[in-house]
């Protein structure tokens, strides 16, 4: 077997183990890469910025736990922007595993904040019905969610005191992993009720949304972890996002390095073996 | 009748949903928002139909001694003890399910989704190979583009993320808006196939 096929069968355990260094040192031993924030996030910071203080803010966490590394930095920087600002948070659920990770992220930033349920945030849970519930929540939101995620009815919440509908809220951010999500989101409290919406997305479906970006239907937008880091830089502080940004650099390079590695062999093999074109 | 009541039925929803988008008036708005919640409750009706289905299935499996029965009784017992949990107790903060859910399930879907990097990096050495012109220009856009997205980037190149960048806002952005619109259109004509009773698929091929 010559050195071609054997690189080309290389064990895979070996890669798996390299990634993992790749990993576990820059957690262990960070490098300090400079993050750069990008324009997209910038905008999304300003937007909340630009609101005034007792403005209140739907997060609407449609993503699960298994995106949680990417995504929950984003919703505990914006859950701490917005009690920073002393701006209302009315966070929901599109998806049912994201209520609890809204409720701890802005359960922790409260804390920090000293802010506190019912007044200054509310969690209304989960609903079935993806599109028709943002929908639902743009006509009528008491009617929508009479209870909070804990069945708590929102009437004796002071944060939902003269709350009627979309009028009411003055920036929506869907933290999205998927369907339903920030499209929903755009489609009818963007398109169809002139809403700004922002976004906090998985680095894998931020492409996706670049055209909304574009056309104005999105105000600003997180992609991935690095999205996330920005948005902690731009809060004068580091997170999970931040710190876990050179492992991810580190395991890029390394992907990048198996990609070039194996087509270097991969082009020298189909030279001295042309009959495997 | 089994055929003509749910096609009357879907005409008359779409057509009404199809009108109240254009004329956001009385009656149409009334009646959008009545069907607005008459979809919810379906949606409720629909997820417990869906938890039944899954219990049904995975009894049969067991019973029979199906292929992969024993995980079968993991998602029965989880299915029933998260169950028990959030309708017993509730899902309040500090409760059993809270704690099921960040001891149990939060650890579980995070280790599934870490794997991907593993399986990501294995198959990106096996399979990401140069073989024609159109993969290599794949191969360049996907490296500057990984590049371009985390710090070592810019530590290379300080211009990197800025190509990272320009391939995201131009040439995928061109890609995507053709695959949406491509995708709303589709959309539109199979919803016109639909209310208008030409697809009839979704009556169980009836």
């Avoid at chain 1, 576990?24 to 910071?45: A, D, N, T, W």
């Avoid at chain 1, 600002?85 to 922790?108: C, H, N, T, Y």
């Avoid at chain 1, 999970?240 to 492992?247: E, I, N, Q, V, Y």
Wanted: proline letters at 5%; one cysteine or more; charged letters at 15%.
């Amino acid at each position: 077997m010559s050195i071609v096929e054997r690189l080309e069968k290389l064990d895979r355990r070996l890669i798996f183990v390299l990634i993992l260094l790749a990993v576990v040192i820059p957690l262990v031993r960070p490098i300090g890469f400079k993050i750069e924030v990008s324009e997209p996030v910038q905008q999304l910071y300003e937007a909340i910025e630009s609101l005034n203080p007792g403005s209140r803010v739907i997060i609407s966490c449609d993503y699960d736990p298994s995106t949680m590394p990417e995504i929950y930095p984003m919703n505990q920087a914006l859950a701490r922007h917005c009690f920073s600002r002393d701006l209302k948070i009315v966070g929901m659920g599109l998806w049912p595993q994201g209520v609890p990770l809204g409720q701890a992220s802005m359960e922790q930033a409260a804390e920090e904040y000293g802010k506190s349920y019912g007044v200054d945030y509310v969690n209304l849970g989960f609903k079935a019905g993806g599109i028709v519930v943002v929908s639902s929540v743009a006509e009528n939101i008491p009617a929508t969610y009479p209870q909070d995620y804990a069945g708590r009815p929102v009437s004796e919440l002071p944060i939902m005191d003269g709350v009627r509908n979309f009028d009411n809220i003055e920036l929506i951010i869907s933290l999205s992993a998927g369907d339903p999500g920030v499209r929903e989101w755009v489609m009818i409290g963007q398109g169809r009720y002139g809403k700004t919406v922002g976004a906090g997305v998985t680095a894998v479906s931020a492409p996706a949304f670049y055209p909304y970006l574009q056309a104005g239907q999105l105000v600003g937008m997180m992609g991935g972890m690095k999205g996330a880091a920005e948005y902690e830089i731009l809060m004068e502080g580091t997170g999970t996002a931040s710190r876990g940004m050179d492992a991810q650099s580190v395991a890029h390079g390394l992907i990048i390095f198996f990609i070039l590695f194996a087509n270097f062999f991969y082009l020298v093999g189909r030279r001295k073996m042309p009959w495997k074109r | 009748m089994k055929k003509q009541i749910p096609l009357l039925i879907t005409f008359v929803a779409g057509m009404v949903m199809l009108v109240q988008y254009f004329i956001p008036h009385r009656p149409f708005s009334e009646v959008y928002r009545l069907f607005n919640q008459w979809y919810l409750v379906v949606a409720v009706f629909a997820m417990i139909l869906g938890i039944g289905n899954l219990i049904k299935i995975h009894s049969v499996r067991l019973r029979r001694r199906g292929s992969g029965w024993q995980y079968s009784i993991v998602l029965l017992c989880s299915l029933g003890v998260m169950g028990v949990a959030g309708l017993g107790w509730g899902i309040e903060r500090g409760g059993f399910f809270d704690y099921l859910y960040w001891n149990m399930y939060y650890p579980l879907s995070s280790t599934m989704f870490a794997l991907l990097a593993f399986f990501v990096a294995s198959a990106s050495y096996r399979a990401f190979r140069a073989r024609t012109a159109e993969a290599t220009l794949l191969l360049a856009s996907a490296i500057l583009v990984m590049l371009g997205r985390v710090p070592l980037g810019n530590y290379l190149w300080d211009r990197l993320p800025l190509l990272g960048d320009w391939i995201m806002s131009y040439p995928n952005m061109a890609g995507q808006r053709a695959i949406m619109i491509g995708i709303a259109l589709g959309v539109v004509s199979t919803s016109l196939r639909i209310i208008l009773g030409i697809e009839r698929t979704y009556l169980a091929g009836r």
